[in-house]
């Protein structure tokens, strides 16, 4: 109940193309779901995030689309580019311990 | 400049040795936790502090410990009872009252 599952675990776009990663998890005391890009050798960072009472989120080239009844939220990253290859991470905070449960991740490979 | 510093970047340990591996913050962030990474996978968290001198374990404490004797550094010492040591650690800072975890650069430990 406390797992957040991501897929897919790896994806190759071509550029200006859209790429989609979804996740889904099952503990309804998740209030807040924020994704993070990772680059190779450094820390993740903080890309976008949405709390359940909004459907959808919007920053620049990046969406989160989150659908609350079937408990799953996904990045839509519209253009795609090069300098978007990268790890993905989204992740789940409990309300009750301020805790992030991850999920798994997905290597992103945009093509030029 | 705001953020969390890790060091080293890079750290050669000999087997049956303990290493400490620092991490220090001054976004004034209550909460600091301590992750592994393993080639290819996603974060898991060894321990966490959500307050000053008090500390939790995370899903793979044992063979590490940790204090958090200041608000602003939270140690991680990697023990020789850790059994598979090499891997990449990641250092995160959050307010306890918000959402957002904020990664440090990471260190890559490497047994010998």
């Known amino acids: 109940q406390q797992q957040v599952k991501q897929s897919p675990q790896s994806l190759i776009v071509q550029k200006g193309g859209i790429s989609i990663i979804n996740c889904a998890y099952e503990n309804t005391a998740f209030d807040y779901f924020p994704w993070y890009q990772q680059f190779p050798g450094k820390g993740p960072a903080l890309l976008i995030a949405i709390r359940p009472d909004v459907s959808e989120k919007k920053e620049g080239r990046f969406t989160i689309s989150f659908n609350k009844s079937a408990k799953q939220f996904s990045l839509h990253i519209m253009d795609s580019q090069p300098g978007d290859s990268a790890t993905y991470f989204c992740a789940a905070r409990s309300n009750s311990n301020y805790q992030l449960i991850w999920g798994a991740g997905t290597k992103l490979i945009i093509k030029p | 400049d705001g953020g969390i510093t890790q060091s080293p970047k890079y750290l050669f340990r000999k087997e049956g040795q303990n290493v400490t591996l620092s991490c220090e913050q001054n976004?004034?962030?209550?909460?600091m936790y301590w992750y592994r990474q393993d080639p290819g996978q996603g974060l898991r968290l060894i321990y966490y502090?959500?307050?000053?001198?008090?500390?939790q374990k995370g899903d793979i404490a044992e063979g590490y410990s940790v204090s958090r004797e200041k608000k602003e550094s939270f140690p991680l010492t990697v023990t020789s009872a850790q059994k598979n040591p090499t891997a990449f650690y990641l250092c995160?800072?959050?307010?306890?009252?918000?959402?957002?975890?904020?990664f440090g650069p990471g260190t890559r430990l490497t047994v010998l």
């Open positions: 976004l004034n962030h209550d909460a």
């Open positions: 995160a800072s959050s307010e306890n009252s918000g959402r957002a975890e904020f």
């Open positions: 502090s959500q307050i000053v001198n008090d500390f």
